[in-house]
């Protein structure tokens, strides 16, 4: 399930709130997602990304070497990210 916190236009104040970009308003992190909803670039999101625990640890294959990763790290800046 997506939350706000997992959308590009999405800016976090608190463990609890942010602002939306694109609306223009203040919203809570766990409501329902609006029409606007573009997903952030997370490695869970990563096609290279694999074998997730329990814990939201997985592997990335989408570099040179394998690395450990968390699932919701960001990856907007990773060289190997191609989106699923």
Not at 3 to 13: P, R
Not at 26 to 50: G, M, Q
Request: aromatic fraction near 14%.
């Amino acid at each position: 399930m997506n939350k706000h916190s997992d959308c590009k236009n999405f800016v976090q104040f608190d463990v609890f709130k942010g602002f939306c970009r694109k609306n223009g308003g203040f919203v809570l992190i766990d409501t329902e997602i609006c029409p606007a909803f573009t997903e952030k670039t997370k490695c869970r999101n990563c096609s290279h990304f694999c074998d997730v625990n329990e814990e939201g640890i997985g592997t990335c294959k989408g570099l040179e070497s394998e690395y450990w990763a968390y699932e919701n790290m960001d990856a907007k800046t990773c060289e190997g990210y191609e989106a699923k």
